[in-house]
Structure formats: C-alpha cells, structure tokens
T-cell receptor
Framework: ETGVTQSPTHLIKTRGQQVTLRCSSQ?????VSWYQQALGQGPQFIFQ???????GRGNFPPRFSGLQFPNYSSELNVNALELDDSALYLC?????????????FGPGTRLTVL | DAKTTQPTSMDCAEGRAANLPCNHS???????VYWYRQIHSQGPQYIIH???NNETNEMASLIITEDRKSSTLILPHATLRDTAVYYC????????????FGTGTRLTVIP
C-alpha cells in the first residue's frame, strides 16, 4: 500500500509568481486535505476535496485554489505569491466512509518565496 | 479556535514512559480525541484516536477520563526517535474536514 506522496519536495519562487503543488492520495482514499505550516507553528487547514468537490475551506484568500482528479490525486495552486506564503505545505488523505476518516499526511512541500 | 490545551514542552528519559496530557474541557459528545506527532520538518504522523474508551495500538496508549474533559497519551518506552512535537486534536470523525493542530507539546527524550 502506497502512502501519501507530494511533489516537489522543495520549491523556490519569487513574489507575484504562481505555484502548483501536487499530492497523490494513499491507495483507497477518496478525500484530500491541504494544510499550510509556517515556521514554528502548527499546520493550518486550507481546504478539503471530496470526490472532486471542495468540501470545506479555512481562512485563506481565493488566490489559494485546488483541484481533485478522478483518481483522487490533488493540486494546490497559489497565485500572486507573497513572502508570507513561505511555508511547508502538507497534504493529507483519508477515506470518507461514515465511520473512519483518519487523515494521513504526506511529507510536505517546502515553498520559499523570495 | 483552540479546543485543546497542552503543555508547551516536556522531557522524558529514554526507556521510561512518556505521559503527555491534554485538556479538552469543551469537547462535545460526538467528538473524538486524536493524537498526531511531527518530527522536525516531516509531515504529521497519526498515532491514535478514541472516543470514550481507552485505546492501545503498537505505538501508544490513549487514556480518556470518564468525563472526557482530558486525556493522556502514553508512550510506554520512549526512545530518542520519539522526540517530536505531539498534537492533541478533538474532531468529529464523520463528515469532518479540518484538523486544528494548535501548538502541541514538544517532547524531548533524553539519553
């Protein structure tokens, strides 16, 4: 069974640019959640996708957007990058079955905005 | 909004049991207690979760008080690899989306 994978591992962008981060969910999982973790802080929820639809969103501006594909993999897109977007971006997958919905995290993508 | 309170940091001697407390006095009847840990710069690792009863798995034990207002995560024989930030989270299990991590407890296992 393959765990959650994310790409790329590290990324450097400049202010104003756009970035796309990718996540492959764990085998059998249909739900993907994205989190942002600034240095020294706990992860903060960005949004969740369930069966290709957004299913909840945290306090992040619209320039943070996402997609989920039929194979349940997902992308996080951030437009007009700001310096404060520098963070570890985490993806978590889970299987929504009405009973068990534990989220399992990938290793993260470290984004640096200069 | 934080629903849990944890000590900022704790030390534990290698080989001894590490007991990490968590207060969640406003927990509702259908919310579970989850524990994750995060080793430096890695993704959070799921440890254990429970509703009312005590739970045990290969990693840890979770003791939940009868009134469910607090819980303790127990690592029975701490090793240096258990040094990490431990997060206690209360969450609806079904239909839940976001996990609120808070600041967690930084556990340092000392040789």
């Amino acid at each position: 069974e393959t765990g959650v994978t994310q790409s790329p591992t590290h990324l450097i962008k400049t202010r104003g640019q756009q970035v796309t981060l990718r996540c492959s969910s764990q085998s059998g999982h249909n739900t993907v959640s994205w989190y942002q973790q600034a240095l020294g802080q706990g992860p903060q929820f960005i949004f969740q996708y369930y069966r290709e639809e957004e299913n909840g969103r945290g306090n992040f501006p619209p320039r943070f957007s996402g997609l989920q594909f039929p194979n349940y993999s997902s992308e996080l897109n951030v437009n007009a990058l700001e310096l404060d977007d520098s963070a570890l971006y985490l993806c978590a997958s889970s299987f929504r079955a009405g009973v068990t919905d534990t989220q399992y995290f990938g290793p993260g993508t470290r984004l640096t905005v200069l | 909004d934080a629903k849990t309170t944890q000590p900022t940091s704790m030390d534990c001697a290698e080989g001894r049991a590490a007991n990490l407390p968590c207060n969640h006095s406003t927990i509702s009847g259908n919310e579970y207690v989850y524990w994750y840990r995060q080793i430096h710069s890695q993704g959070p690792q799921y440890i254990i979760h429970g509703l009312k009863n005590n739970e045990t798995n290969e990693m840890a034990s979770l003791i939940i008080t009868e009134d469910r207002k607090s819980s303790t995560l127990i690592l029975p024989h701490a090793t240096l690899r258990d040094t990490a930030v431990y997060y206690c989270i209360v969450n609806l299990q079904t239909g839940a989306n976001n996990l609120f991590f808070g600041t967690g407890t930084r556990l340092t296992v000392i040789p």
